[in-house]
Nanobody, 127 residues
Framework: QLQVVESGGGLVQSGGSLRLSCTVSVYTLDYYTIAWFRQAPGKERKGVSCISTSGAVTNYTDSVKGRFTISRDNAKKTVWLQMSMLKPEDTSVYYC????????????????????WGQGIQVTVSA
C-alpha cells in the first residue's frame, strides 16, 4: 500500500518561510502526479499547487503565486513546497495528494482526482 508522509510544518511569523516535504513510499515516483492542498478550520480543503510527473508542469492557486514554489526529486521520492512571504491567512493543515497517471505530463488541483493522501501537517503563521 502506497504511503504518503508530510513533514516540515510548524509555527512561523508573518513574512517568514517554511518548506514542506511530501515523501511517497513507492517503487518509483516517475508515474505519479502530486498536489498540495490545505484546509483551514471550518473550511473546505482547497488546492494550493500541483506538479506533473517530471516537474515540467506546475500550477498554483492565485493566492500563493509568486510566494510558493513546488518542486520534486523522483530519485528521492519527494515533493517539496517552498513557502515564502507567509501570511496569517496561509495558516492551515496542509495535505499531499498523490495519483498514478502513467506518462502523462499533467496536474490539476481537484481533490477528488487524488487517490492517496498523507495525514496532514499544521502550518501556523502568526501576525
Amino acid at each position: 500500500q502506497l504511503q504518503v508522509v508530510e513533514s516540515g510544518g510548524g509555527l512561523v511569523q508573518s513574512g517568514g518561510s517554511l518548506r514542506l516535504s511530501c515523501t511517497v513510499s513507492v517503487y518509483t515516483l516517475d508515474y505519479y502526479t502530486i498536489a498540495w492542498f490545505r484546509q483551514a478550520p471550518g473550511k473546505e480543503r482547497k488546492g494550493v499547487s500541483c506538479i506533473s510527473t517530471s516537474g515540467a508542469v506546475t500550477n498554483y492557486t492565485d493566492s500563493v503565486k509568486g510566494r510558493f514554489t513546488i518542486s520534486r526529486d523522483n530519485a528521492k521520492k519527494t515533493v517539496w513546497l517552498q513557502m515564502s512571504m507567509l501570511k496569517p491567512e496561509d495558516t492551515s493543515v496542509y495535505y499531499c495528494g498523490v495519483r498514478g497517471v502513467g506518462v502523462q505530463e499533467m496536474c490539476i488541483m481537484y481533490e477528488s482526482f487524488y487517490v492517496y493522501w498523507g495525514q496532514g501537517i499544521q502550518v501556523t503563521v502568526s501576525a
